[in-house]
């Protein structure tokens, strides 16, 4: 651990931090509601009264197939380390944590902590805290870097599209730049030998055990460990291969369900077009803070729909209407994960102690 304790954030800043997301979060909301009354609520209603059901359905079955797909890619990391817990709790935690960042305009950036929580409680006892912690920690540094790389490639790619040469020249430089920048960084915490050194990572881990109690900063201690885990995760080439796979999977099935939702609506849309918006949208939720999105995402997406020359009412009807589908998907399948968690943590622990009371029985039993 680090020599000098952070001290941890004082209640003011907790609490700054919060009041600052939900003013975003309504900001955010207020510019959604503005681009939409722009184009006519009375119009987008009607357009969305045209929908078709059954190809809708078929854009709520791509957004299940996301969340699977994203299951998959964190259980083959925890796999690589541990056969515990079952695949089935891998993915009740991913969609309970992603329905408390749909929720709280703070949750997010304890989205990972939570998910190695209910991991970590719905799993062996004799599995260390810190496996968990590092699975999560290296599926979001995958989740990132296919979002990111998505991300630029629709920025590089719409900048074409519009006519600006210059501006993708210059956001192909900004790629080769943060791209060196993230390959230095990865050899300073690795170390010149191969070995981990005292570096930017393990720091990272200090820090965040230092300002966290209770279950996190115990999730969070012997930070070493922690980051030997990760790293030990990010050598895997085969590891990579599969979970970039995925990833990128994944974010090619809500562009789907987000492409079928313009179907149902009787409009086809560019699918590089619809992948672009998709991912640009989702980056501006992630920057912003708000829970899932919530206003940035939309307005984001209604904005560069728009920008592209799709009709505006076809572009704000789509969006609410995917909007929509991917909250409802993940809130209806979240929300009841929780308890579902909750509960079987409670079973894993009383079987626990009952394993634990028999063998201490076998122990008294022995000696006498």
């Known amino acids: 651990m680090t020599d000098r304790p952070l001290e941890p954030p004082s209640r003011k800043a907790t609490w700054t931090q919060r009041l600052l997301g939900l003013a975003v ?8 509601h503005r681009l939409v009354s722009e184009v006519g609520w009375h119009e987008v209603r009607d357009r969305l009264a045209e929908a078709r059901w059954p190809v809708v359905s078929m854009a709520v079955v791509c957004l299940l197939g996301q969340l699977s797909l994203w299951a998959a890619r964190q259980r083959l990391s ?20 992603a329905a408390a960042n749909f929720l709280l ?26 496996v968990y912690y590092a699975a999560v920690l290296f599926d979001q540094a995958v989740h990132f870097l296919v979002m990111g790389t998505l991300t630029l490639s ?52 200090e820090r ?15 930070s ?19 979970a970039l796979a995925l990833g990128t999977g994944l974010f090619l099935f809500l562009a789907t369900a987000q492409w079928l939702v313009f179907y149902s609506l009787g409009t086809t849309v560019n699918p590089f077009v619809v992948v672009a918006t998709v991912t640009l949208g989702l ?30 009412v076809d572009a704000a009807s789509a969006v609410l209407l995917f909007r929509g589908l991917q909250f409802a998907v993940v809130l209806g399948l979240g929300l009841p994960s929780m308890a579902v968690l909750e509960a079987y943590s409670v ?22």
């Open 25 to 32: 979060m309504a900001a955010a909301i207020y510019l959604l």
């Open 78 to 97: 925890i796999r690589r380390i541990t056969d515990t817990p079952p695949s089935w709790t891998i993915f009740l935690a991913l969609v309970a944590t």
């Open 105 to 130: 305009p703070f949750a997010r950036l304890l989205g990972g902590l939570l998910r190695a929580r209910y991991l970590l409680r719905t799993s062996s006892p004799l599995v260390p805290k810190r």
């Open 154 to 205: 629709g920025l590089i790619g719409g900048a074409i599209v519009l006519g600006r040469p210059l501006l993708a020249a210059g956001l192909c430089a900004g790629v080769v730049v943060a791209a060196s920048v993230v390959y230095l960084w990865v050899r300073r915490s690795v170390g010149s030998g191969g070995g981990l050194s005292r570096g930017g990572l393990v720091r990272f881990l």
């Open 208 to 222: 965040k055990a230092d300002r966290q109690e209770g279950v996190v900063g115990r999730l969070l201690a012997g």
């Open 224 to 242: 070493e460990t922690a980051a030997r885990i990760f790293l030990r995760l990010v050598r895997s080439l085969p590891l990579w291969g599969q």
């Open 283 to 312: 980056s501006a939720g992630v920057l912003l803070g708000t829970p899932g999105g919530l206003g940035t995402t939309e307005a984001t997406m209604i904005a560069l729909y728009g920008a592209f020359g799709i009709d505006r």
């Open 347 to 368: 079973v894993v622990r009383r079987r626990t102690d009952r394993e634990m009371d028999v063998e201490e029985a076998v122990r008294h039993a022995s000696h006498g």
